[in-house]
């Protein structure tokens, strides 16, 4: 079977990175994974370890220096030009702040209206947006409504439903509930994967939740300073880490959650 998404020692440096002693400081080195059709994969680490930004370069939002990325089997390169729509319409992107991806001038209506608009190159009808914000579970008042006039839940909700509005392959959510009340978070993630079974997507979550990425994930990535300290089957990697530091943050998630409880 063939990858869906495929990353090959690939190595990643924003372009303002310091240099030192004459050699780029990689944000992201030698990475390579691999992302199998219809899988659910999380991608956990701490804080500056590079998740986000190797979500964007397999997306094509960065371009890697070094390495390969394909998407279906074929290299990132080959979708410059007249593919770049194609590509964008496939990786969908479902950001961590609502309130700060969707425009406070349009209206619901319009936000949902405009990927299609751009990436499909047609004028959404009624009926399509309408089925496209009750699939989140929203009903179709809120289309006339501003993003100031809806909660954060609902936001994420219709930030959600704007990803999948193109029709996407795959989609990546880089901490989609972090910003939002602990009393929605559930719901959300339940949205997610229930969209992901009946659109047969492939997911790929990043967390910082290792509880929701053992709930939701049957395969795990772990980044450390730019770098995957370890990778495997969600099961397997957290009831035995092979890394010291996956082990430790096992050890904070469940630290954490005895101090919930
Ligand atoms: N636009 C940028 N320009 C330069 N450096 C950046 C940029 N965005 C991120 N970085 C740096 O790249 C590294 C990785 O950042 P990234 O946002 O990918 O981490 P992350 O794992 O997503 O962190 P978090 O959990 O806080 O979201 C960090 O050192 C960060 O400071
Ligand atoms: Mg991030």
Redesign the pocket.
Known sequence: MTSLVEVTNMYFH?PR?RIIAGEAAW?LEDISLSIQPKSTVGIV?E???????LVRVMCGLLRHQQGNVKFNGKDLSEFEGDGANDLRRENQIVFQNPRRSLDPRMTIRRSLSEPIRALHNRQPGDDEIIATIERVGLGREVLSRFPHQLSGGQLQRVGIARSLSVQPTILYAD?PVSALDVSVQAQVLNLLMDLRDQLGLTLVMVSHDLGVVSRMCEEIVV?RHGRIAEAGRTDSVLARPDSNYTASLLKAARAASLERA
């Open positions: 924003y990175a944000t680490g804080s500056g370890s590079g998740k986000s930004t901490e980044m």
